[in-house]
């Protein structure tokens, strides 16, 4: 297909289920050169990722500049993959019409497409003017000992960050907010103490009190967080009605031990004793089990 110059055929390629087939297609189509230019930016608009990555692939190669602004549309895909590859390829294109696009996402919410700008500005030889700035450059390239030196400034590049789906990096800005002790924290470490993950929450609660956040106010912030509880009622009837699922809802391992041995014996009474002991026998046990169920999840904590 390379050399028929089959651009079309190289393009369907990069959906083989073969990574190495997508691999040689994408290289192929980056040695075709401008050439290739055209349809290659026209498939930018191709919603599957396995395409969008090797076309990308591809334009990094060719290394034209009129597919800077394509790939800075890319830069918005919905996919992390596609925006991190496209920050890196604008860094290899070398063109300084890229860095305004991958200045923008240092700010991505994603630390994959963060260090994909920070690397591709650094290719560029870009070099951050303020405090903000630095502060969004260093947090791409994950150098967290330098965000911590640029102190109280470096808070709202921080604040950001916290949209980060991956809970390390949460948990990484709520210790270096801790350390630089300033009360423009205080907004970031109340998202803090309403985060999901327990670990990033208690070291809000640990980080707060040095940045002017009286500790009576911390339980009020935790009391933001996403509820965890499971329902009574639910653990209940599915214990009732499947005995120990509910227990299983609830995250206690042995219910699956409970559910087999009330099939076996479910089983086992029908065969040798009929429908009306069988019955006679089970129904009150389902019932305890549906309270004991309904109970034990009552006095569960909301959240750990």
Same mark, same amino acid.
């Given at each position: 297909?390379? *050399?028929?110059?089959?651009?079309?055929?190289?393009?369907?390629?990069?959906?083989?289920?073969?990574?190495?087939?997508?691999?040689?297609?994408?290289?192929?189509?980056g040695s075709l050169g401008p050439a290739a230019m055209d349809e290659l930016i026209a498939t930018l608009k191709n919603k599957h990722r396995?395409?969008?990555?090797?076309?990308? *692939?591809?334009?990094?190669?060719?290394?034209?500049?009129?597919?800077? *602004?394509?790939l800075a549309g890319a830069l918005k895909d919905e996919n992390s993959e596609v925006r991190w590859q496209a920050a890196m390829a604008l860094?290899?294109?070398?063109?300084? +019409?890229?860095?305004?696009?991958?200045?923008?996402?240092? +700010?991505? @919410?994603?630390?994959?497409?963060?260090?994909?700008?920070?690397?591709?500005? /650094?290719?560029?030889?870009?070099?951050?003017?303020?405090?903000?700035?630095?502060? @969004?450059?260093?947090?791409?390239?994950?150098?967290?000992?330098?965000?911590?030196? =640029?102190?109280?400034?470096?808070?709202?590049?921080?604040?950001?960050?916290?949209?980060?789906?991956?809970?390390?990096?949460?948990?990484?800005?709520?210790? =270096?907010?801790?350390?630089?002790?300033?009360?423009?924290?205080? %907004?970031?470490?109340?998202?803090?103490?309403?985060?999901?993950?327990?670990?990033?929450?208690?070291?809000?609660?640990?980080? /707060?009190? @040095?940045?002017?956040?009286?500790?009576?106010h911390i339980p009020r912030g935790l009391s933001r967080r996403p509820k965890t509880a499971k329902n009574p009622v639910i653990a209940g !009837?599915?214990?009732?009605?499947?005995?120990?699922?509910?227990?299983?809802?609830?995250? +206690?391992?042995?219910?699956?031990?409970?559910?087999?041995?009330? !099939?076996?014996?479910?089983?086992?009474?029908? +065969?040798? *004793?009929?429908?009306?002991?069988?019955?006679?026998?089970?129904?009150?046990?389902?019932?305890?089990?549906?309270?004991?169920?309904?109970?034990?999840?009552?006095?569960? %904590?909301?959240?750990?």
């Open positions: 297909m390379t *050399e028929r110059r089959d651009i079309s055929g190289l393009i369907k390629a990069l959906q083989s289920p073969d990574f190495a087939v997508q691999t040689r297609a994408a290289q192929a189509l396995d395409v969008l990555l090797g076309v990308i *692939e591809a334009l990094s190669v060719i290394r034209d500049p009129r597919s800077i *602004e394509p860094g290899e294109i070398g063109d300084d +019409k890229a860095i305004g696009p991958l200045r923008e996402a240092l +700010k991505d @919410s994603n630390k994959y497409v963060r260090y994909g700008a920070a690397f591709a500005l /650094a290719t560029l030889g870009w070099k951050p003017g303020t405090a903000d700035e630095r502060a @969004s450059y260093f947090i791409g390239m994950q150098e967290w000992k330098a965000v911590e030196d =640029i102190g109280p400034d470096a808070i709202p590049a921080l604040n950001h960050v916290l949209n980060d789906p991956d809970s390390a990096v949460r948990l990484k800005v709520m210790k =270096i907010l801790g350390s630089i002790r300033d009360e423009k924290a205080i %907004p970031a470490l109340m998202r803090g103490l309403a985060d999901g993950d327990k670990d990033v929450r208690w070291e809000a609660a640990l980080a /707060a009190p @040095s940045c002017g956040i009286n500790p009576m !009837v599915m214990n009732f009605l499947l005995p120990g699922l509910g227990y299983g809802y609830i995250g +206690k391992w042995w219910g699956i031990m409970i559910f087999q041995i009330d !099939v076996t014996a479910t089983v086992w009474l029908f +065969k040798y *004793e009929g429908d009306n002991t069988t019955s006679a026998v089970l129904f009150p046990i389902y019932i305890i089990l549906g309270i004991h169920a309904w109970y034990i999840t009552r006095k569960m %904590p909301d959240f750990v």
